[in-house]
């Protein structure tokens, strides 16, 4: 990549660092007039980059799975994605911090009083808590450092022994992927209304976080297409592509999320409708209609088109109103459980998300540039270029 290009993105990574510090800051001296709502506004905002750190190492997983020249592009703005997972380990220790605030189980009068909470307490605890939290880093950071390893190992040798490992380990870190989101956001998540469970959760969250990495790449490669050495290489097959992707995830996760309302809507059952009676309350369902206006029915309406997936501007939009819903989607998630009778919108609301996000692109384009942009000795990827449309 040519000198300019590069300084571009490193006064970019310094703004973004900037905006994070500026942003997080604001919000520590928030946290000593509303401490309740820092941890709130923190625990969203959290577990929406946290997810697209994860999800980034999901859908890198599933390219070394499967190939496609949609992930020869891309594969680079993933990796980048995904080395964020030690940084997200650190920022994890304010909602340690926050857990006498945001979980009812970590208060011991409440659970005196309560059946429910006392009949989990031996999985609902803060010890546990902790001692699973570590667990998820280690497993996730280990997966994350060892592909990325191999990834740069690849670049150095004309030895395809990086990538069979790489691909050795992505067939069950899908799997591990899975397992640990399923009981990280059960832990963090799911915990905040304790009577309340679904077994289709977790593949709601997998399905979002899957889907804001898609549209995290599509965006960074439109950005990138006309920089060397992508402007060598990216045509509008790779949009197609990547435009395929993020219709069939923009399906998947809607799908899911439906057919949970449908049956716990079906069957009315008082501990399991009153977690979607929170979310509809007063302002919340218009929260609920704009997720699914802008999250479903028109990135699936215009993406059933083949302009739309191979004209980069037109992709570049919808993966944007993709990403912006998923951030609205993790505050729909999360602040209903404190605020069940209408819309509460406070300054750190949008502070939180604009300081971790602030962070996580600094540290995204930190990692972006200690690699060449474009992975090196990959036959696939000579192939693929080779046969391009």
Request: with cysteine; aromatic share 18%; hydrophobic share 55%.
């Amino acid at each position: 990549m040519n000198a300019f290009f590069f300084s571009r993105i490193s006064d970019r990574q310094r703004t973004a660092l900037g905006v994070g510090i500026i942003a997080l800051g604001a919000c520590g001296m928030g946290a000593f007039f509303n401490a309740r709502q820092f941890f709130v506004s923190y625990l969203f905002a959290y577990l929406f980059w946290l997810g697209l750190s994860l999800g980034c190492l999901c859908v890198a997983m599933i390219h070394h799975l499967t190939g496609g020249r949609w992930g020869d592009v891309t594969r680079r703005f993933l990796e980048a994605g995904y080395m964020t997972l030690p940084m997200m380990a650190v920022l994890f220790l304010p909602i340690f911090a926050g857990l006498h605030e945001l979980y009812s189980w970590a208060r011991p009068d409440e659970v005196a009083h309560s059946e429910v909470l006392r009949h989990k307490a031996h999985y609902l605890n803060v010890a546990a808590f902790a001692a699973r939290a570590i667990v998820f880093f280690i497993i996730w950071i280990w997966m994350a450092v060892s592909l990325r390893k191999w990834s740069l190992q690849q670049d150095q040798t004309v030895d395809l022994t990086p990538t069979r490992h790489a691909r050795a380990l992505s067939g069950p870190g899908v799997v591990i992927y899975a397992v640990t989101v399923t009981f990280a956001w059960v832990d963090w998540l799911l915990s905040l209304e304790p009577d309340w469970y679904s077994t289709m959760f977790a593949v709601i969250i997998c399905g979002g976080q899957i889907l804001a990495a898609v549209a995290f790449a599509i965006l960074l490669l439109a950005w990138f297409r006309n920089e060397p050495p992508f402007s060598a290489v990216v045509e509008a097959g790779q949009f197609h592509q990547l435009g395929n992707l993020l219709l069939t995830f923009v399906m998947f996760w809607t799908y899911v999320c439906f057919g949970q309302l449908l049956i716990i809507w079906s069957g009315n059952l008082p501990h399991e409708i009153v977690w979607y009676l929170h979310r509809i309350a007063g302002g919340w369902k218009w929260i609920a209609g704009f997720l699914a206006l802008f999250n479903f029915f028109l990135p699936f309406f215009l993406l059933l088109f083949r302009a739309s997936k191979r004209n980069f501007r037109a992709l570049r939009f919808l993966a944007g109103l993709v990403f912006i819903c998923q951030t609205v989607n993790a505050y729909w998630l999360v602040e209903p459980a404190f605020y069940q009778t209408g819309v509460h919108l406070h300054w750190m609301d949008f502070a939180a998300p604009l300081g971790l996000g602030g962070l996580w692109v600094a540290k995204c384009a930190a990692s972006f540039k200690r690699a060449p942009f474009l992975t090196q000795n990959d036959p696939r990827i000579s192939y693929s270029f080779a046969h391009a449309e």
